[in-house]
C-alpha cells in the first residue's frame, strides 16, 4: 500500500492535470455535443411546455391583477379627463375628418368592390331578364295601347 501522504499528491497531481490539461479540451466538445444534439429536441418542446402550460395562468393572474386592482383606479380618473376635456376638441374633428377623409375613401371601395365583384354576375343576368321578361311586358303593353287608342283614331 502506498502512503496515504503520497496517494494524497497522486490525486492532487492528477485532478491538477486534469482540470488544467483536459477539462479545456473535453468541456468545449461536450458544451458542443449537448449544444447540437440535446438543443434542438429540448428547446421546442421547452418552448411548447411554458406556452401551453406556463404563460396562460400567469397571462390570466396578469389580466386579473390588472382588471381588479389597477383598472377600477384609473378607469375613473381617465374618464373623468377624457369626456370634459378631451371629447369636446376631439369629437368634432373627428367628425370631420370621418366625413371628409374616411367616409369618401370607403365609399370608394365599396363602389369599387361592388363594380368589380358583384357587376360582372349581375349585369347579364339583369340584362336577361329586362329582355325576357320586362321587354315583352312594356312591348305588349305598347302594342295594346296602339291597337285601343292609336289605331281607331287613324283607321
Not at 444534439?37 to 396578469?62: A, F, G, K, N, R
Not at 361592388?114 to 305588349?140: A, E, K, M, W
Amino acid at each position: 500500500m502506498i502512503n496515504p501522504l503520497i496517494d494524497s499528491l497522486i490525486d492532487s497531481l492528477i485532478d491538477t492535470l486534469i482540470d488544467s490539461l483536459i477539462d479545456p479540451l473535453i468541456d468545449p466538445l461536450i458544451d458542443s455535443l449537448v449544444d447540437s444534439l440535446t438543443d434542438p429536441l429540448i428547446d421546442p418542446l421547452s418552448d411548447c411546455l411554458i406556452h401551453s402550460l406556463i404563460d396562460p395562468p400567469i397571462d390570466s393572474l396578469i389580466d386579473t391583477l390588472i382588471d381588479t386592482l389597477i383598472d377600477p383606479l384609473f378607469d375613473p380618473l381617465i374618464d373623468s379627463l377624457t369626456v370634459p376635456l378631451i371629447d369636446p376638441l376631439i369629437d368634432p374633428l373627428s367628425d370631420s375628418l370621418i366625413d371628409s377623409l374616411i367616409d369618401p375613401l370607403i365609399d370608394s371601395l365599396i363602389d369599387t368592390l361592388i363594380d368589380s365583384l358583384t357587376d360582372p354576375l349581375i349585369d347579364p343576368l339583369s340584362d336577361h331578364l329586362i329582355d325576357s321578361l320586362i321587354d315583352p311586358i312594356i312591348y305588349s303593353l305598347i302594342d295594346f295601347l296602339i291597337d285601343t287608342l292609336i289605331d281607331p283614331l287613324i283607321d
